[in-house]
């Protein structure tokens, strides 16, 4: 009984000193050797975990050691005590979120308190016994980012818990997460979401990504790696190891910067490219130096440092630092396969296992990992985490792959080769199908099959209603590879360029040199066709990490877009002048976001003007010609448009922002989507009115008008724009055809007459008559 103490530890009294520097790792080792003596010496589960308890707590110069393991139903058990009453063991249980230690397992974090009675969050169970204990640490206990237990230890004198012994217990908790994930203690069925019969279909809600429709198998993305030995036996050698790995982790990643053909520069090789630099992370390597050093070997601490990674994430809101992290355990995986096989890649693909449509299920990946898998076999991406704006996202957008994400408990309901169906268009995805619906799904995916080809076949056709009225379709763009869809499409130009992506993805704010490189490619790649570009329109949701925007109560109404580019005036002036370096002797249209008032425009026009009057002033090629514009998304601009039309050399409605202003109706709110129609009677009132004030503007000569929402691309609430007077729209790629289909088969002044029938009306939406109209008239909707 080697692990015994020979007798019971003395607290010292008064706060013990941290351990010192250089003994804190010899110390954690010393624990470690002995846990894996514990381990190695094999009996049931139980009676190792008391062991483990007496251990540490002795190791701790603690009287208490306790270690609580999750059940289901999200309580916490107490499962082995040194110290407490043994009798409370398996009796005493606290749900997640009560007392002290409820609270570490709720927020995943360790917490040391050296007054813990006085604690607001303490709970005081009196089977424990345990009123003598002053002081308390404890840490979660941690497996693939998820807590499944806490472990704590108790003193009796106040005592300071040092920063070093904090660390030892993480090391120990991982050590013990593993003993957790052997099943032998608390059986993996029982944590798994119960969702009643495991094999019966299954709809799971989710968030759009990528919209889209894929049919296909399940494949777990990189079933979890196990890490089976922990403890290291030569620390130096792990050390080496560590850096073995690495260098094979960076060689494969340029390997991938250089070949791929996706990534011949744009914003994915930009994604790439940040990827590849947080690799070399100093904070992040020095965490997992620094736990090897305790004790672990590289594996166990690669995996250590990326569960307290992902364990963090759970409480972290902000999507680019989300973003990051998940760009860490992206990495710490690929790390994690180059310590196992020696060669990260290779264990990733396996051809031969993978079904020929590979639905890929994950927590969360990186925009290498999709790379990773075969672009010829992936269909669709289902993800517990993400959001439209991930850098995957983005990715998948590239590829034109759906994915759904923050599926709840995706990886614990989906088994491996189960037949999945993503419909990304609706923000869902059917587990296990019956037939009646993935036949209904087939048939709906060859009909978009059959339909694209028929838009492509329609592509060089004009975009003229019926009685002959020409209705300008444009695109909205916001990735390189979207302006491919200029000739797929058949679209006259780029109606909206959101010029704020680019920004996104970088660590720092690009420069003037590298916005007119990247605007110029855009130019080019229009052959000749009109791009509005749009300058930034950050803030609100499209927070830049480098810029320090603070989180704002109502970021929808916040500081963003023309609001931070004139209280910014010279961030603005950089990208006015790339774009007038950039359209050096081409056409330059330029676009303003979320203008309010007049005044603004004025303002945001005369910094244009000086970027002009710099370029000639250098000599520098001016633009051949330049058009200025607003976006009309502030329901006060509305009041000012003769004003703005003296101004304006176009404008165009922003009818996402524009009605959420206009119903006060947070449009990201999924609670409020249903809420109001963009076809009820105020918007289209509105529409109609802005149309007649843009016709009758500058004397009757008029001022060009588009709309590039939302709106322009869903083929009824296009036809019922046409109606109002609308004849130029701008809308997403996958649109362009539907919308063709519908303007060639509309007569313009059949549904101009409804709509003027329908002006009084005050039905909560116009949407079902129509419909009704579109079906009574044979319009393609
Ligand atoms: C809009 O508000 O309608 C618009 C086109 O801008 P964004 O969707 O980028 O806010
Ligand atoms: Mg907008």
């Not at 439209?388 to 080769?417: C, F, M, W, Y």
């Not at 304006?648 to 947070?666: C, E, H, P, T, W």
Request: glycine letters at 8%.
């Amino acid at each position: 009984m080697t692990d015994l103490p020979s007798k019971k530890p003395k607290t010292p009294p008064g706060p013990k000193p941290a351990l010192a520097a250089h003994g804190a790792s010899s110390d954690t080792r010393l624990l470690l050797k002995r846990l894996r003596e514990i381990m190695a010496g094999g009996g049931p589960a139980p009676g190792r975990l008391d062991r483990i308890a007496r251990i540490i707590a002795t190791n701790m110069v603690a009287e208490v050691c306790s270690i609580y393991l999750r059940r289901a139903g999200d309580v916490l058990e107490l499962f082995a005590t040194e110290g407490l009453n043994p009798e409370a063991v398996h009796k005493t249980r606290l749900r997640i979120g009560e007392g002290i230690v409820g609270d570490i397992a709720a927020h995943a974090r360790a917490l040391a308190l050296s007054d813990a009675p006085a604690d607001p969050r303490f709970a005081y169970r009196p089977e424990t016994g345990e009123e003598p204990y002053q002081s308390m640490m404890g840490v979660p206990i941690l497996r693939a980012g998820k807590v499944v237990g806490v472990v704590a230890v108790q003193n009796r004198a106040q005592r300071h818990y040092s920063e070093d012994e904090i660390e030892t217990m993480q090391t120990v908790a991982m050590v013990l997460a593993e003993m957790v994930a052997s099943g032998e203690l608390v059986s993996a069925e029982e944590l798994r979401e119960a969702d009643g019969i495991a094999l019966l279909p299954l709809r799971l809600p989710g968030v759009r990504m990528n919209g889209g429709l894929a049919i296909g198998q399940a494949v777990q993305h990189e079933p979890r790696i196990v890490v089976k030995r922990l403890i290291a036996e030569d620390i130096p050698l792990e050390l080496e190891r560590l850096n073995a790995a690495l260098a094979g982790m960076y060689s494969a990643l340029d390997m991938m910067l250089a070949d791929d053909a996706l990534a011949h520069g744009g914003e994915h090789r930009e994604i790439l490219e940040t990827y590849r630099m947080i690799a070399e992370d100093r904070g992040w390597l020095g965490r997992i130096r620094e736990a090897i050093e305790g004790g672990l070997t590289a594996e166990a601490a690669a995996e250590k440092v990326r569960n307290e990674n992902n364990a963090r994430m759970q409480a972290v809101a902000d999507p680019y630092l989300r973003e990051r992290m998940t760009d860490f355990d992206d990495l710490a995986r690929r790390l994690l396969l180059h310590l196992s096989s020696g060669d990260g890649r290779a264990d990733i693909q396996r051809p031969g296992d993978l079904p020929p449509d590979i639905v890929v299920v994950a927590h969360s990946m990186g925009p290498a990992e999709l790379l990773d898998y075969d672009r010829a076999r992936l269909r669709g991406i289902v993800l517990e985490e993400g959001s439209p704006t991930a850098h995957v996202a983005i990715v998948a957008k590239a590829l034109d792959i759906p994915v759904v994400g923050r599926v709840r408990g995706a990886l614990a309901r989906i088994e491996p080769n189960d037949p999945i169906v993503v419909d990304a268009d609706h923000s869902q995805i059917f587990v296990r199908p019956g037939e009646d619906v993935l036949a209904m799904y087939r048939q709906t995916a060859s009909d978009r099959v059959a339909r694209r080809a028929g838009y492509v076949a329609m592509r060089e056709l004009p975009a003229v209603t019926r009685d002959g009225v020409a209705i300008a379709l444009r695109l909205n763009a916001g990735l390189l590879v979207d302006l491919q869809m200029l000739a797929e499409t058949g679209a006259e130009g780029v109606g909206l360029y959101r010029t704020e992506i680019p920004f996104m993805v970088r660590p720092a704010f690009p420069s003037a040199e590298e916005q007119a490189s990247l605007y110029g490619r855009i130019l080019d790649l229009a052959v000749g066709r009109p791009v509005v570009f749009r300058t930034l329109d950050i803030g609100g949701d499209k927070l830049l990490p480098y810029f320090g925007e603070k989180t704002e109560d109502n970021p929808a109404m916040g500081w963003r877009a023309i609001r931070i580019g004139l209280d910014h005036p010279a961030l603005l002036r950089r990208q006015l002048r790339a774009l007038v370096r950039a359209a050096a002797g081409r056409e330059l249209n330029v676009m303003f976001p979320m203008i309010a008032e007049v005044a603004e425009f004025a303002a945001a026009r005369r910094l244009l003007d000086l970027e002009l009057a710099r370029c000639a002033a250098r000599g520098i090629a001016p633009p051949k010609s330049f058009r200025v514009g607003a976006m009309i998304e502030v329901p006060a601009l509305l009041f000012q448009l003769p004003a703005l039309a003296e101004r304006a050399d176009f404008v165009s409605v922003g009818s996402n922002d524009l009605v959420q202003f206009l119903f006060a109706s947070d449009r990201g709110n999924p609670r409020l989507a249903q809420r109001y129609d963009v076809l009820a009677p105020p918007v289209l009132s509105l529409l109609r009115q802005l149309v007649a004030t843009c016709r009758a503007a500058r004397g009757g000569k008029g001022i060009s008008l588009t709309l590039c929402g939302e709106m322009a691309g869903d083929p009824l609430e296009a036809m019922a724009l046409i109606g109002l007077g609308f004849r130029q729209l701008s809308m997403a790629a996958p649109n362009v055809g539907p919308v063709k289909a519908m303007v060639r088969s509309l007569e313009a002044g059949l549904v101009a007459e409804y709509l003027e029938e329908l002006r009084e009306s005050c039905d909560h939406s116009l949407r079902s008559k129509l419909l009704g109209f579109a079906r009574d008239h044979g319009i393609t909707l």
